[in-house]
């Protein structure tokens, strides 16, 4: 079958890179011009092991655990293999090495160097050294005769030399190249390559072919080339049998030839063209690894198999080894044993599964002895394990999109005699982690990064050490500690440090404390846990610190060290995070299948009255996904973010869900790349991360630097406009949760951003609302209405009118009725102290300003909705005069006296409520004018809400009445009058005559100059109310509370026939004189060149001009109005 190109990915810098395998082939050793090597479990490997060797890396090879390169130090180092601790120089030169390859039994290592000489160096004792000279140019490669009686040579000279090596002659020099004066001006680098095994052939590539000469003799045998070849070949390799050749070109071209029959099997094109410079055979298996000139690693796969048998290596190595660092591969219970089973075991029943072509009596050979069922598991794992990854990660998409016959997914099912599991594969544990933290086995690596600072710890020859780095500054001085106690985990606060480490045979597993803040000179304390208890995970909150351990408990600290609470965690913890009074954790709630995490997290609040707000609740990730960072926002609201890139944020709004506001993997340029969270922050949204190019994690050095990224809600159709605006409302609802829950809790924050918030979500919602209403989605327009405020479904119901859509008005006006109903049923109940809370969450401007007339003001203002705080703060010295007849006289002794502070009158006159303004066609409302008398003033005062509550009851019995500025009426100006509020010239006579000599405050004007009347008659309903008191008590006696009482019979009253409530009405009106009159006359002098005023500030409302400040003049229509389409 035709090898299985697998797509490249992200390896090093752009520039030179080389490839190797390990001796077992389980590895892929890559070097680059960044000066590291890297280790890659395979091509899907997100977290390779680095090695830094020097500035750049030329060459790199691998035998014996030794990792050989030839470095931009001129020297040819040693490092340990996989561990990638240094073990010496081997050699050195004037200038950098090309090239360094290893002898067949890993004995020796030969270098060729710029310098003009070649070296071939005893790996065991380095004093043992060859120097062949003869090149008159750098030379660009050489090979190792299998046998180790040659070693060839091609340089920039020209020439291809083959040298004796014992005595260190030139045996033979052909000139084939083309010369040039460096490494970096040559055409190819001439990788030539002697055949395995027998050493029959050494193979050279010469422009468009390979040359291949014969041992001794140095005769050309014959060259291999082929149609397809246009460029210059740079790179051979050999199969480990010696059967197959690969060479690849300058234009990433890789071609396959077998070798007997010359013809070639393979044809492979690089995607993007770049020059093929490193090639290496897999030492079992028909898989190349392969790299480019551009950093780029590549692989492929089945080459040159027919039956398409893949490498059984990488399948069991991707079970054994893929979650090794990331996940607990040390569990002790019985689920850890089979998932953690023998690899050998593995890989020869694994082979056989694959390779279909191998026979029964194989299938039975593969142990020898009935197997158990954790081996059947194991086997099964393995299978199961690479469907999994090809699904979830890319592995082997293309040979699904082909549907080639050799396909995992189309293999059949091996039968056999033994019982067989088919079911469902646990998946590893996840091991715990630190957020913001890089992974252990790195010499150089972030300890923690948040949004106080960032903890570096440094393991290498030179230094075992602790940096800690402030962001600000002015918290504390940057700190270098020594690491003696092998520290493996650290936490940042403003408070303190937090350091732990894992038990030894010797000591116990400690937790170290530096309090920098204390005020006291004992500036650090230590823990030791108890013996074998090992801690996992610690965080910082306000004033204490947590250990989560092996032990499977949690342990609360002071920060100062006093021990604490001790609580059971219900599974092996996984990550846990603190800030302020908040805990969480996230732990394993049992074990997940098919490559899924099974995990809970509980959240705890630890002021002073201890709460759990999450009890356990399984942790959504997305499908075959792990936890990689845990943490809260700068506003205090958990969040957290899972492998895949998704972040998800606790909604406190709905329930405590978590919802998902961002994919980092939809900013990510390449496959390969990640972003590494570091801080989140609500207002403004932002999410803090760093970009990784290629990898999961930032190196230390050089500094990486922080990326914004926004948040996005996974919304459908966010390309359309309805769609955008949707997720902008939703997404404004919930990063403003915070705001409530820190009033909650009695934290301060700015009210101004409540309010900013609020107006901003009105804004949406009023644009969707027109959107819905130009697409006639009218029962869409009074749903978004329901999430309005009382003040924005007014203003709805203006627009609805000025649209001519009478229907939609009429609901939205029913909708108006509906609201205020709630608010003043949900009011009277309220209590003082949960006024002053809503109060604190940004309903007043200073609790000074409010401490004396809060008592009370509690009901009245309580029913005021948000949208209204500008209003309410702007006047507050109106609301501390006037006194509601209706409550006191029916629950003096229950409720506090209640203020009725719409019902002022200005000393600049009263405003005609009858007139159409002749600008917007709209009637004109003045908060100053004394409003007409309907069922929600007197439950408590005459309410802004009310508008539309006193359209619905009134408009029948009021008279119409000619404009008194004289303008013929157009269609939209009669619809928008037809739903406006109307008050009779007899009911506002009877109240002026009724009201002033009642009032007080009219006859001492320095205690409220502007209040000239702030009482009322008794309306119809009032009446009506006292009379049928005793039968609404009677058929409810469970009615204890003044508002049951008012709202059922607002509810009867409203049934009553029109003629009915007109004779209570009319009942009411019955004892007041016409003394009115001359008051009315005295006012109406005034009255137009007031309305003018007004109209005139409307107008410049609605044609968004700036805001002018006139005290108790605007209507709340008209402040809303300016407050939902003022864009500033």
Same mark, same amino acid.
């Not at 095994?197 to 590539?205: D, F, I, R, W, Y």
């Not at 700068?634 to 972040?647: K, L, Q, R």
């Not at 005062?941 to 019995?957: D, F, M, P, Q």
């Given at each position: 079958?035709?090898?299985?190109?697998?797509?490249?990915?992200?390896?090093?810098?752009?520039?030179?890179?080389?490839?190797?395998?390990?001796?077992?082939?389980?590895?892929?050793?890559?070097?680059?011009?960044?000066?590291?090597?890297?280790?890659?479990?395979?091509?899907?490997?997100?977290?390779?092991?680095?090695?830094?060797?020097?500035?750049?890396?030329?060459?790199?090879?691998?035998?014996?655990?030794?990792?050989?390169?030839?470095?931009?130090?001129?020297?040819?180092?040693?490092?340990?293999?996989?561990?990638?601790?240094?073990?010496?120089?081997?050699?050195? @030169?004037?200038?950098?090495?090309?090239?360094?390859?290893?002898?067949?039994?890993?004995?020796?290592?030969?270098?060729?160097?710029?310098?003009?000489?070649?070296?071939?160096?005893?790996?065991?004792?380095?004093?043992?050294?060859?120097?062949?000279?003869?090149?008159?140019?750098?030379?660009?490669?050489?090979?190792?005769?299998?046998?180790?009686? @040659?070693?060839?040579?091609?340089?920039?000279?020209?020439?291809?030399?083959?040298?004796?090596?014992?005595?260190?002659?030139?045996?033979?020099?052909?000139?084939?190249?083309?010369?040039?004066?460096?490494?970096?001006?040559?055409?190819?680098?001439?990788?030539?390559?002697?055949?395995?095994?027998?050493?029959?052939?050494?193979?050279?590539?010469?422009?468009?072919?390979?040359?291949?000469?014969?041992?001794?003799?140095?005769?050309?045998?014959?060259?291999?080339?082929?149609?397809?070849?246009?460029?210059?070949?740079?790179?051979?390799?050999?199969?480990?049998?010696?059967?197959?050749?690969?060479?690849?070109?300058?234009?990433?071209?890789?071609?396959?030839?077998?070798?007997?029959?010359?013809?070639?099997?393979?044809?492979?094109?690089?995607?993007?063209?770049?020059?093929?410079?490193?090639?290496?055979?897999?030492?079992?298996?028909?898989?190349?690894?392969?790299?480019?000139?551009?950093?780029?690693?590549?692989?492929?796969?089945?080459?040159?198999?027919?039956?398409?048998?893949?490498?059984?290596?990488?399948?069991?190595?991707?079970?054994?080894?893929?979650?090794?660092?990331?996940?607990?591969?040390?569990?002790?219970?019985?689920?850890?044993?089979?998932?953690?089973?023998?690899?050998?075991?593995?890989?020869?029943?694994?082979?056989?599964?694959?390779?279909?072509?191998?026979?029964?009596?194989?299938?039975?050979?593969?142990?020898?002895?009935?197997?158990?069922?954790?081996?059947?598991?194991?086997?099964?794992?393995?299978?199961?394990?690479?469907?999994?990854?090809?699904?979830?990660?890319?592995?082997?998409?293309?040979?699904?999109?082909?549907?080639?016959?050799?396909?995992?997914?189309?293999?059949?099912?091996?039968?056999?005699?033994?019982?067989?599991?088919?079911?469902?594969?646990?998946?590893?544990?996840?091991?715990?982690?630190?957020?913001?933290?890089?992974?252990?086995?790195?010499?150089?690596?972030?300890?923690?990064?948040?949004?106080?600072?960032?903890?570096?710890?440094?393991?290498?020859?030179?230094?075992?050490?602790?940096?800690?780095?402030?962001?600000?500054?002015?918290?504390?001085?940057?700190?270098?500690?020594?690491?003696?106690?092998?520290?493996?985990?650290?936490?940042?606060?403003?408070?303190?440090?937090?350091?732990?480490?894992?038990?030894?045979?010797?000591?116990?597993?400690?937790?170290?404390?530096?309090?920098?803040?204390?005020?006291?000179?004992?500036?650090?304390?230590?823990?030791?846990?108890?013996?074998?208890?090992?801690?996992?995970?610690?965080?910082?909150?306000?004033?204490?610190?947590?250990?989560?351990?092996?032990?499977?408990?949690?342990?609360?600290?002071?920060?100062?060290?006093?021990?604490?609470?001790?609580?059971?965690?219900?599974?092996?913890?996984?990550?846990?995070?603190?800030?302020?009074?908040?805990?969480?954790?996230?732990?394993?709630?049992?074990?997940? @299948?098919?490559?899924?995490?099974?995990?809970?997290?509980?959240?705890?609040?630890?002021?002073?009255?201890?709460?759990?707000?999450?009890?356990?609740?399984?942790?959504?990730?997305?499908?075959?996904?792990?936890?990689?960072?845990?943490?809260?926002?700068?506003?205090?609201?958990?969040?957290?973010?899972?492998?895949?890139?998704?972040?998800?944020?606790?909604?406190?709004?709905?329930?405590?869900?978590?919802?998902?506001?961002?994919?980092?993997?939809?900013?990510?340029?390449?496959?390969?790349?990640?972003?590494?969270?570091?801080?989140?922050?609500?207002?403004?949204?932002?999410?803090?991360?760093?970009?990784?190019?290629?990898?999961?994690?930032?190196?230390?050095?050089?500094?990486?630097?922080?990326?914004?990224?926004?948040?996005?809600?996974?919304?459908?159709?966010?390309?359309?406009?309805?769609?955008?605006?949707?997720?902008?409302?939703?997404?404004?609802?919930?990063?403003?949760?915070?705001?409530?829950?820190?009033?909650?809790?009695?934290?301060?924050?700015?009210?101004?951003?409540?309010?900013?918030?609020?107006?901003?979500?009105?804004?949406?919602?009023?644009?969707?609302?027109?959107?819905?209403?130009?697409?006639?989605?009218?029962?869409?327009?009074?749903?978004?209405?329901?999430?309005?405020?009382?003040?924005?479904?007014?203003?709805?119901?203006?627009?609805?009118?000025?649209?001519?859509?009478?229907?939609?008005?009429?609901?939205?006006?029913?909708?108006?009725?509906?609201?205020?109903?709630?608010?003043?049923?949900?009011?009277?109940?309220?209590?003082?102290?949960? @006024?002053?809370?809503?109060?604190?969450?940004?309903?007043?401007?200073?609790?000074?300003?409010?401490?004396?007339?809060?008592?009370?003001?509690?009901?009245?203002?309580?029913?005021?909705?948000?949208?209204?705080?500008?209003?309410?703060?702007?006047?507050?010295?109106?609301?501390?005069?006037?006194?509601?007849?209706?409550?006191?006289?029916?629950?003096?002794?229950?409720?506090?006296?209640?203020?009725?502070?719409?019902?002022?009158?200005?000393?600049?006159?009263?405003?005609?409520?009858?007139?159409?303004?002749?600008?917007?066609?709209?009637?004109?409302?003045?908060?100053?004018?004394?409003?007409?008398?309907?069922?929600?003033?007197?439950?408590?005062?005459?309410?802004?809400?009310?508008?539309?509550?006193?359209?619905?009851?009134?408009?029948?019995?009021?008279?119409?009445?000619?404009?008194?500025?004289?303008?013929?009426?157009?269609?939209?100006?009669?619809?928008?009058?037809?739903? #406006?509020?109307?008050?009779?010239?007899?009911?506002?006579?009877?109240?002026?005559?009724?009201?002033?000599?009642?009032?007080?405050?009219?006859?001492?004007?320095?205690?409220?100059?502007?209040?000239?009347?702030?009482? #009322?008659?008794?309306?119809?309903?009032?009446?009506?109310?006292?009379?049928?008191?005793?039968?609404?008590?009677?058929?409810?006696?469970?009615?204890?509370?003044?508002?049951?009482?008012?709202?059922?019979?607002?509810?009867?009253?409203?049934?009553?026939?029109?003629?009915?409530?007109?004779?209570?009405?009319?009942?009411?009106?019955?004892?007041?004189?016409?003394?009115?009159?001359?008051?009315?006359?005295?006012?109406?002098?005034?009255?137009?060149?007031?309305?003018?005023?007004?109209?005139?500030?409307?107008?410049?409302?609605?044609?968004?001009?700036?805001?002018?400040?006139?005290?108790?003049?605007?209507?709340?229509?008209?402040?809303?109005?300016?407050?939902?389409?003022?864009?500033?």
């Amino acid at each position: 079958m035709p090898a299985t190109k697998k797509p490249m990915r992200y390896g090093h810098t752009e520039g030179h890179t080389d490839v190797c395998f390990d001796d077992s082939g389980s590895c892929i050793v890559t070097c680059g011009s960044d000066g590291d090597v890297r280790i890659w479990e395979d091509l899907d490997d997100d977290d390779p092991k680095s090695i830094n060797v020097g500035e750049k890396a030329y060459s790199c090879a691998l035998k014996n655990g030794k990792l050989v390169t030839a470095a931009s130090n001129n020297t040819v180092q040693v490092h340990t293999f996989p561990e990638g601790v240094p073990d010496g120089i081997l050699t050195r @030169f004037t200038t950098n090495a090309n090239h360094v390859i290893f002898n067949g039994d890993g004995a020796k290592i030969a270098a060729g160097s710029s310098d003009f000489l070649v070296k071939v160096v005893d790996v065991a004792d380095c004093s043992q050294q060859k120097t062949f000279r003869g090149h008159d140019a750098p030379v660009l490669s050489l090979s190792f005769d299998p046998k180790d009686i @040659f070693l060839a040579s091609a340089s920039c000279d020209g020439s291809v030399k083959v040298w004796q090596i014992s005595d260190q002659t030139c045996a033979i020099s052909w000139p084939l190249l083309q010369k040039c004066n460096d490494v970096i001006n040559a055409k190819s680098i001439c990788r030539l390559a002697w055949q395995p095994k027998s050493g029959k052939l050494l193979a050279v590539p010469v422009e468009k072919s390979v040359k291949l000469y014969r041992r001794e003799t140095w005769s050309n045998q014959f060259d291999l080339s082929d149609n397809f070849i246009s460029q210059t070949l740079n790179i051979v390799t050999w199969s480990p049998c010696g059967q197959y050749l690969a060479a690849g070109s300058i234009n990433g071209l890789i071609i396959v030839w077998n070798v007997e029959t010359k013809d070639c099997m393979e044809r492979v094109k690089h995607e993007k063209g770049y020059a093929i410079c490193g090639l290496s055979w897999h030492p079992t298996c028909g898989q190349i690894a392969y790299t480019d000139a551009e950093g780029n690693l590549g692989v492929l796969e089945n080459v040159c198999d027919p039956s398409g048998k893949m490498s059984s290596s990488k399948v069991s190595s991707r079970v054994e080894k893929d979650y090794n660092d990331l996940f607990d591969g040390e569990d002790t219970s019985s689920a850890g044993d089979f998932l953690n089973d023998n690899a050998v075991e593995t890989r020869s029943f694994s082979k056989r599964i694959i390779n279909d072509e191998e026979d029964d009596d194989d299938l039975m050979l593969a142990s020898g002895r009935p197997r158990q069922r954790s081996h059947i598991l194991e086997d099964d794992e393995n299978s199961v394990d690479v469907t999994m990854i090809k699904t979830g990660s890319g592995f082997l998409k293309e040979e699904e999109e082909d549907d080639q016959a050799g396909s995992i997914h189309n293999l059949p099912v091996v039968t056999s005699q033994r019982p067989f599991y088919d079911g469902p594969m646990p998946t590893p544990r996840q091991k715990p982690f630190q957020s913001g933290s890089t992974p252990l086995h790195l010499t150089h690596r972030f300890m923690v990064w948040n949004s106080i600072g960032i903890i570096r710890c440094y393991n290498d020859e030179q230094d075992n050490a602790i940096d800690v780095e402030f962001h600000d500054t002015s918290i504390h001085h940057a700190t270098h500690l020594a690491n003696t106690l092998n520290y493996t985990v650290a936490d940042l606060s403003h408070e303190a440090v937090l350091l732990a480490c894992e038990s030894t045979d010797e000591l116990a597993s400690k937790l170290h404390c530096l309090h920098f803040s204390s005020w006291d000179s004992s500036k650090e304390w230590i823990v030791d846990m108890p013996q074998n208890e090992n801690i996992e995970a610690i965080c910082l909150g306000q004033g204490w610190a947590a250990a989560a351990t092996s032990a499977l408990l949690l342990r609360l600290f002071t920060i100062g060290g006093v021990q604490k609470e001790v609580f059971s965690l219900p599974g092996p913890v996984v990550s846990v995070a603190g800030y302020g009074e908040q805990l969480v954790i996230v732990y394993h709630r049992g074990t997940g @299948f098919d490559g899924d995490q099974c995990l809970g997290v509980q959240l705890l609040e630890l002021g002073k009255k201890k709460k759990q707000i999450l009890h356990g609740d399984p942790l959504p990730l997305t499908r075959k996904s792990y936890l990689v960072w845990l943490g809260f926002s700068a506003e205090g609201t958990p969040f957290y973010v899972d492998s895949e890139g998704i972040v998800r944020m606790l909604n406190r709004g709905l329930g405590h869900t978590w919802t998902p506001i961002c994919n980092t993997r939809e900013h990510c340029k390449g496959k390969s790349d990640h972003y590494w969270v570091v801080g989140i922050h609500e207002n403004p949204q932002q999410l803090r991360c760093i970009p990784c190019k290629g990898s999961r994690f930032p190196p230390t050095l050089p500094r990486p630097a922080v990326a914004v990224l926004p948040f996005k809600l996974p919304y459908c159709q966010t390309a359309t406009e309805k769609g955008q605006m949707e997720e902008q409302y939703w997404r404004s609802v919930m990063f403003h949760n915070h705001l409530d829950y820190l009033a909650k809790n009695g934290y301060e924050y700015e009210a101004s951003t409540k309010t900013q918030a609020i107006k901003e979500q009105q804004e949406l919602l009023m644009k969707m609302l027109a959107l819905s209403c130009k697409l006639e989605r009218e029962f869409r327009c009074v749903e978004l209405a329901d999430l309005m405020t009382q003040n924005a479904v007014n203003l709805a119901i203006k627009y609805a009118s000025r649209s001519r859509r009478l229907i939609l008005a009429q609901r939205l006006s029913e909708l108006a009725v509906e609201k205020a109903a709630e608010s003043a049923a949900t009011q009277a109940e309220e209590e003082e102290e949960d @006024f002053k809370k809503k109060l604190n969450a940004g309903y007043s401007n200073t609790p000074t300003e409010w401490s004396q007339p809060r008592l009370r003001n509690q009901a009245e203002e309580d029913s005021e909705d948000t949208g209204e705080a500008d209003d309410i703060e702007e006047k507050p010295e109106i609301h501390k005069h006037g006194e509601n007849p209706f409550f006191k006289s029916v629950n003096s002794s229950d409720m506090p006296a209640i203020k009725s502070g719409a019902v002022t009158s200005s000393n600049q006159g009263r405003i005609n409520p009858f007139k159409v303004s002749g600008n917007s066609k709209e009637p004109s409302i003045s908060v100053n004018s004394v409003r007409s008398t309907n069922i929600l003033d007197n439950m408590n005062k005459s309410s802004k809400k009310s508008t539309a509550l006193n359209r619905a009851t009134n408009y029948e019995k009021s008279p119409v009445i000619k404009p008194l500025v004289p303008r013929p009426k157009s269609k939209q100006a009669s619809a928008a009058s037809f739903f #406006r509020k109307r008050t009779s010239q007899a009911d506002r006579t009877e109240e002026v005559k009724e009201e002033n000599p009642k009032n007080p405050s009219s006859e001492t004007p320095a205690m409220c100059p502007q209040n000239t009347e702030n009482q #009322r008659p008794k309306t119809g309903f009032q009446m009506w109310l006292e009379e049928n008191r005793c039968n609404i008590l009677s058929d409810n006696p469970d009615f204890s509370d003044e508002a049951d009482i008012i709202k059922e019979g607002m509810v009867r009253f409203r049934v009553l026939s029109t003629e009915e409530r007109k004779a209570w009405a009319a009942k009411a009106k019955g004892g007041t004189a016409s003394d009115g009159a001359e008051e009315k006359k005295r006012k109406r002098v005034v009255d137009d060149s007031h309305e003018t005023e007004n109209q005139k500030e409307k107008t410049k409302e609605n044609l968004n001009l700036p805001k002018k400040q006139k005290p108790l003049d605007l209507s709340t229509n008209q402040k809303l109005s300016a407050f939902a389409f003022n864009q500033e």
